[in-house]
């Protein structure tokens, strides 16, 4: 059965979501990392998935070609978003993958509606729900946040690396503006990036799911 990209009206906000296969029902929900969605973390299992179960892939609030939203939401405002997403669909009970802030979705949706949820799988996530006091430290650095290199690279070092270990090293103004970078210098520039991109490949693999009946 061919994958299929469609859009549903959950709630206020159009979503996004990729659909596969048939039978019981298993949502999966991926993180809240930057670019992220739900056919990017999870195109290496939907496949095997659908040959035994429908699967639904849905970009949550923000992310991929979902609507973004139109204030400051609270984890609250995600939870909600999936039950509305499941209702518009019909589904009356799924099983849930979720990877990091989808686990944390589907821990909550698997605690507030029991009903709803047969198995319950979680990649790489925080238990038990996001405490107020954690999230306001959490949010706090994006208050007043502007898009500027400083703060990415502070972003960056919070969340992910130090950009100043593991990033390449790039061209310096002066060398773009005259194009005197020598062949050599970019060469050598090129075996950095490419040991940085192998060390952080070692580092990240990528997700594998294996469902267990």
Sequence with gaps: MAMQEKFVQAGEYRTHYWEVGAGENVLMLHSADPGSGGWLEFR????ALSRQFRVL???IIGFGKTDSPTRDLRHPAYVEHMVQFLDALGVKKTHLVGNCRGGLISISIAAEHPERVGRLILIGNAGGG???????KALAPYANYTATRENLKAHLDRAYFDVDRWAPPQPTTACRQTGTCSPMAASRRRRVCTRGTRAASHRIPAARTRWSP
Excluded: F, G, K, R
């Design 57 to 59: 892939a849905p970009d």
């Design 130 to 136: 996001i405490p107020p006091e954690l999230e306001q």
């Design 44 to 47: 290496e299992n939907m496949e």
